[in-house]
């Protein structure tokens, strides 16, 4: 019988026995009991399924967790070797484009292997983005402390992202900001600083990065703006790219602005300070 009913009947028996019982103790002043016995023996049976049907699902529980564990560490080591097809942050584009929130956008993307990417860029976003890359584990602490600091101080609200959480987060998420993705970002950068070189981080960022509205990764950006391969980039060319990388679709790398421009000197200086392309030896 299953348990629901047979629940039921026992509440009905025991509804009557308890008005017999009743009737007869009062008479005979007696404490009533039974009733309460018959309940004893109900409870411990609810009791009983409440922690069956907790423990089954702290069970499910663990097994989704086990399974995205499983899966996400082997996506990021199929991707270690295999070129993204696309990126989380493409694939939301591509949906709202399906669905008409932005149908206007267009997605330009193309991958290109690390030789065929010029060393101006890949030396220009280092400068721009993330000095500290090769030296880090995904994590520039000194940076995140000064900006919680400066952010507490009623300061411009600024990040402290490196690449390697770049690359996670445009890779594997979606850019709306809240505790959840920001702990998805930390554990996807630990896996890619774990399962892949430092070189490969950087392959896969300037080649998912948007650098105009649509425009992801070198090969567009290069083809789009300059007309050139990404190999021909100049030192210049570069850093204008890595110039809007703050914000590709309010920094124009087109019709650059004033800060645009200023910030291309800038880079340009960094990377001059930084060695040049050599500095990419360290990865």
């Given at each position: 019988m299953p348990a629901c009913l047979d629940n039921t009947l026992l509440l009905s028996m025991g509804f009557v026995t308890g008005l017999r019982l009743g009737f007869y103790q009062l008479k005979n002043g007696e404490e009533d009991t039974a009733v309460a016995s018959l309940f004893s023996r109900i409870r411990p049976g609810r009791?009983?399924?409440?922690?069956?049907?907790?423990?089954?699902?702290?069970?499910?529980?663990?097994?989704?967790?086990?399974?995205?564990?499983?899966?996400?560490?082997?996506?990021?080591?199929?991707?270690?070797?295999?070129?993204?097809?696309?990126?989380?942050?493409?694939?939301?584009?591509?949906?709202?484009?399906?669905?008409?929130?932005?149908?206007?956008?267009?997605?330009?993307?193309?991958?290109?292997?690390?030789?065929?990417?010029?060393?101006?860029?890949?030396?220009?976003?280092?400068?721009?983005?993330?000095?500290?890359?090769?030296?880090h584990a995904g994590f520039d602490f000194d940076s995140i402390g000064k900006a919680l600091e400066k952010n507490r101080q009623g300061g411009r609200l600024r990040g402290a992202s490196t690449i390697s959480q770049q690359v996670a987060k445009n890779l594997f998420l979606w850019p709306e900001r809240s505790y959840v993705r920001k702990g998805l970002e930390a554990y996807f950068t630990v896996l890619l600083e774990c399962l892949w070189p430092k070189k490969r981080i950087l392959e896969v960022?300037?080649?998912?990065?948007?650098?105009?509205?649509?425009?992801?990764?070198?090969?567009?950006?290069?083809?789009?703006?300059?007309?050139?391969?990404?190999?021909?980039?100049?030192?210049?060319?570069?850093?204008?790219?890595?110039?809007v990388l703050p914000n590709p679709r309010v920094l124009k790398?087109?019709?650059?602005?004033?800060?645009?421009?200023?910030?291309?000197?800038?880079?340009a200086t960094q990377m001059r300070q930084l060695n040049g392309p050599d500095y990419l030896r360290k990865l």
């Amino acid at each position: 019988m299953p348990a629901c009913l047979d629940n039921t009947l026992l509440l009905s028996m025991g509804f009557v026995t308890g008005l017999r019982l009743g009737f007869y103790q009062l008479k005979n002043g007696e404490e009533d009991t039974a009733v309460a016995s018959l309940f004893s023996r109900i409870r411990p049976g609810r009791r009983a399924a409440g922690r069956g049907s907790l423990a089954g699902l702290l069970i499910l529980i663990g097994r989704l967790l086990l399974a995205g564990l499983v899966l996400s560490v082997a996506l990021v080591l199929v991707l270690r070797w295999v070129a993204p097809p696309t990126s989380a942050f493409m694939a939301g584009r591509h949906l709202a484009q399906l669905f008409g929130s932005d149908a206007r956008s267009r997605i330009s993307y193309q991958w290109v292997d690390w030789e065929g990417i010029s060393p101006h860029l890949l030396l220009a976003v280092v400068a721009a983005e993330d000095q500290k890359f090769p030296r880090h584990a995904g994590f520039d602490f000194d940076s995140i402390g000064k900006a919680l600091e400066k952010n507490r101080q009623g300061g411009r609200l600024r990040g402290a992202s490196t690449i390697s959480q770049q690359v996670a987060k445009n890779l594997f998420l979606w850019p709306e900001r809240s505790y959840v993705r920001k702990g998805l970002e930390a554990y996807f950068t630990v896996l890619l600083e774990c399962l892949w070189p430092k070189k490969r981080i950087l392959e896969v960022y300037v080649n998912i990065a948007e650098f105009g509205d649509g425009i992801y990764g070198v090969h567009a950006a290069a083809a789009r703006f300059f007309n050139k391969q990404p190999a021909e980039l100049t030192k210049w060319d570069a850093a204008l790219l890595a110039a809007v990388l703050p914000n590709p679709r309010v920094l124009k790398a087109r019709k650059p602005s004033s800060y645009v421009m200023e910030r291309r000197r800038w880079i340009a200086t960094q990377m001059r300070q930084l060695n040049g392309p050599d500095y990419l030896r360290k990865l």
